[in-house]
């Protein structure tokens, strides 16, 4: 699992994740490829329903093996709840 947030805090030096419910929800109709979404664990249910509905219309892969806290410290950042790795070729499951 270190190896994937790793691969996240890479893909954010290069400019290749978005952050936030609202952002990462338009990208999924707009982008050309499919984003991998990392949804916080501990989300709510309402941003957890819409991501996942989302994610399902447009088969596109979520992993929510991470919490909040996880998830913000690979990035840099603080209290993130979802993020998209725009670059699916960062992403290695183990």
């Known amino acids: 699992m270190n ?3 790793n ?3 890479m893909a954010k030096k290069s ?4 952050t936030g419910e609202k952002r990462v929800l338009e990208s999924m109709k707009t982008l050309k490829t499919k ?3 990392f949804l916080a664990s501990d989300a709510g249910n309402n941003i957890k329903t819409k991501i996942q509905k989302k994610c399902h219309y447009y088969q596109i892969l979520v992993v929510d093996s991470f919490d909040t806290e996880q998830l913000s410290k690979a990035i840099g950042s603080t209290n993130k709840k979802v993020v998209a790795l725009l670059e699916p070729s960062f ?3 183990d």
């Open 3 to 5: 190896k994937q947030l």
């Open 7 to 9: 691969a996240l805090g």
């Open 15 to 18: 400019g290749n994740i978005l």
């Open 35 to 37: 984003p991998i979404i």
């Open 91 to 93: 992403y290695k499951s």
